[in-house]
């Protein structure tokens, strides 16, 4: 998915979708909402956010 898209499904500026992806995950400036927005269209194209004793992301796996 590329940033415009990705920015329009989250109700967000692309220029905040291109300064996240700059900065990475430990220089995020980005407001709670802006970033659970960008996690919400993730997710629901089957993006898995790991917070338990792995860093990253992982496709879902399908039941």
Known sequence: ???GTL???AGININT?????????????SGLDKVR???TVL??????????GS???R???KP
């Open 7 to 9: 920015a329009k499904r």
């Open 55 to 57: 860093r990253g992301v």
């Open 17 to 29: 979708v291109s300064a996240m992806e700059k900065k990475g995950a430990e220089g995020l400036t």
């Open 37 to 39: 927005a960008v996690m």
């Open 59 to 61: 496709l879902k796996t």
């Open 1 to 3: 998915m590329d940033q």
């Open 43 to 52: 997710e629901a194209e089957g993006i898995e956010f790991l917070n338990h």
